[in-house]
């Protein structure tokens, strides 16, 4: 690392103002400050709410990302072995290795879009790289369903990346979820590979692994039979472990949580956000579970779809969240009710995370202000006493 410190401290001058190369400066900072901590770590603005590096935030919640897109993977190819009647004579190896195969891909188009369009985009402003794709470049991938084809990948990565970053000033001034956005963008644009029967198991070998299934393959999430009333199919216990079809990276409660409690060590994740977006869609679901509008139960609504996974890692995004601590409980509760009425009451959409969240989003502001202008009333007050 230490000859590579000093190379880069070599041809740095031809990066900089003057250099033979510093059309390309903001490309040279970008890859400096991802090898290298930098000595200065952010610029005033009214973005900055915290000292520490985003770099390293960043980092670690790629890293809480990993458990639920390692089990992913494995999901991926159990749910092939499955729909062809082979999980006996398929080995856990050849599952995992199997979906790997077929996250890659996602993986690297996602990467390959987003990044080239932020690079492109600081060349052209004549800014510094953000690096918050980073973390959204593998979100996208784990939120989309495994046979939703590149071309719909690389167009919603696009459109995150221009229409709710770049235009807004970039990483820390969008008001939405970029990544929920992106799929958002999927979900609206082309519903077919977003939802339905045939979009959740990947259907065709890769490299001689996996099972060739037929095309008329269907498999249903256990949100999409709970709207079509077949609640006796749906099986708890396999929905909190993850064996369950859905996206790449929302089945397993349990890889969810191994990365929630990293983010709630570190302190990058709110728990005020966490406890009370599952707060309000228990007490949401209890209601209409008792007045019978919902054949599902309290726990069948926090485990199944990406309830959990919006929770942990979608709302509590520090940039598009509620940032008073009074704010956080009534924008994670906001959450977690309309989370629930959009799945009872429109069946036409089983999985009302997302929606949530992105109304949530909008509102975050005005929850805000109406939480510091009730403060400013009672100091007022108390003034005046």
């Not at 709710?164 to 956005?181: D, H, R, S």
């Not at 963008?185 to 890769?206: E, H, N, R």
């Not at 993850?242 to 929302?250: D, T």
Request: glycine share 10%; proline share 5%.
């Amino acid at each position: 690392m230490k000859a590579l410190r000093n190379y880069l401290d070599k041809i740095k001058p031809n990066f900089e103002p003057g250099g033979r190369f510093q059309a390309f400066g903001s490309v040279f900072e970008g890859i400096e400050t991802f090898l290298f901590v930098p000595d200065s770590t952010s610029k005033s603005g009214v973005h900055i709410h915290d000292s520490i590096d985003s770099k390293r935030v960043i980092s670690f919640v790629i890293i809480a990302l990993l458990p639920a897109l390692l089990f992913g993977m494995y999901n991926i190819g159990y749910q092939n072995a499955a729909y062809a009647g082979q999980l006996e004579t398929t080995s856990h190896l050849s599952m995992f290795v199997y979906g790997f195969l077929q996250m890659l891909p996602k993986i690297v188009v996602s990467y390959a879009v987003g990044l080239s369009i932020e690079f492109a985009w600081a060349q052209w402003k004549k800014e510094e790289i953000q690096e918050g794709y980073l973390a959204t470049g593998i979100l996208i991938p784990l939120v989309i369903p495994v046979n939703c084809p590149l071309w719909c990948l690389a167009l919603a990565c696009a459109f995150s990346v221009i229409f709710c970053k770049e235009i807004f000033g970039g990483t820390g001034m969008n008001f939405i979820n970029p990544a929920l956005a992106a799929r958002a963008f999927l979900f609206f644009s082309y519903p077919t590979m977003m939802s339905g029967d045939k979009c959740w198991v990947a259907t065709d070998q890769i490299l001689g692994l996996g099972h060739n299934l037929p095309d008329a393959t269907t498999a249903a999430t256990p949100l999409a039979l709970a709207a079509q009333g077949a609640t006796a199919q749906i099986d708890t216990c396999a929905a909190i472990v993850g064996l369950i079809p859905g996206s790449m990276g929302e089945t397993s409660v349990i890889a969810i949580a191994i990365g929630a409690l990293l983010l709630l060590w570190t302190g990058i994740a709110s728990w005020k956000i966490i406890t009370s977006v599952f707060a309000g869609g228990a007490l949401t679901a209890l209601l209409f579970n008792q007045i019978g509008m919902s054949p599902l139960d309290v726990v069948d609504h926090l485990v199944l779809g990406g309830f959990a996974f919006g929770a942990v890692f979608m709302a509590t995004d520090p940039v598009t969240a509620a940032r008073t601590e009074c704010g956080k409980w009534v924008y994670g509760f906001l959450i977690g009710i309309v989370a629930v009425v959009v799945r009872v009451m429109n069946p036409g959409y089983p999985e009302g995370m997302m929606l949530a969240i992105l109304l949530m989003n909008v509102c975050a502001p005005l929850i805000d202000w109406c939480v510091v202008q009730r403060n400013i009333s009672r100091r007022l007050n108390r003034l005046k006493k």
